[in-house]
């Protein structure tokens, strides 16, 4: 079977599979419905939960539907995309399991590389790397309770978001095949899933210490990615990344 248009499908509906985790069937309607430009507004009033599935369709969407066309639009989904990868190294570095491998990182990258390899200039990249880190300083100086948290990108509404969402979430994530989504998510059985949360980090501390590894880590990465790209005029996440 390969997923092909369907029809559309409301807020209401995007709420419910995201509150159930049904990662499996969000993924699918935010691909393939028909009212994209709608679901690109549901992406969008979600982009501060700092949930990798929700950013990564939101900047596949965005390209799929031709917005990266406008300059302003490729800083935008530049900057979440290098927000992503702090997101989901900071989910692997939590893991307990240290040599165990994520298909989600790999898939990221690629992703991202392609998607933006011919759009985007060095004084884009700059601006990028530079707020994406700014962004991801911001959350993890607000967990640990370094700075005043008002009106810093780390609130959603009234909410103010502590942790990153469901880090679990990346042992179900793999590549999908051909005619599929690049990202497929599956469930496992109440048993796998238990085990697989398990294996994560819950002390709050010990997690926030493992977010500032990931963003110097990260910090590093892009920095290398900056220096090849003013050389070389390519765009080589994969180099350095993968």
Request: charged share 25%.
């Amino acid at each position: 079977m390969f997923y092909s248009s369907v029809s559309t499908f409301s807020y209401d509906d995007f709420k419910e599979m995201l509150q159930n985790e049904d990662y499996d069937k969000l993924i699918y309607n935010c691909y393939y419905c028909t009212n994209q430009e709608e679901i690109l507004g549901f992406l969008e009033r979600h982009l501060n939960s700092n949930n990798f599935i929700l950013n990564y369709i939101y900047v596949r969407n965005s390209y799929q539907l031709g917005k990266f066309k406008d300059p302003d639009v490729v800083r935008k989904c530049l900057s979440i995309s290098f927000r992503t990868i702090f997101i989901v190294v900071s989910h692997i570095n939590i893991c307990n399991e240290i040599n165990r491998k994520f298909e989600v990182l790999d898939i990221l990258i690629k992703k991202i590389e392609e998607k933006f390899k011919d759009t985007i200039t060095l004084d884009v990249l700059d601006f990028c790397i530079n707020l994406s880190k700014k962004d991801f300083l911001v959350f993890i100086d607000g967990m640990s309770g370094n700075i005043s948290l008002v009106n810093v990108p780390v609130f959603q509404g009234n909410k103010k978001l502590l942790d990153l969402p469901e880090p679990q979430i990346i042992c179900n994530i793999t590549a999908g095949q051909w005619r599929y989504p690049a990202m497929k998510y599956t469930k496992f059985d109440e048993e796998t899933e238990k085990s697989n949360s398990e294996k994560f980090i819950k002390n709050y501390s010990a997690r926030c210490q493992k977010y500032y590894d990931a963003y110097h880590y990260v910090g590093e990465k892009l920095k290398l990615i900056r220096s090849d790209f003013a050389i070389n005029h390519a765009f080589n996440l994969s180099k350095y990344f993968l």
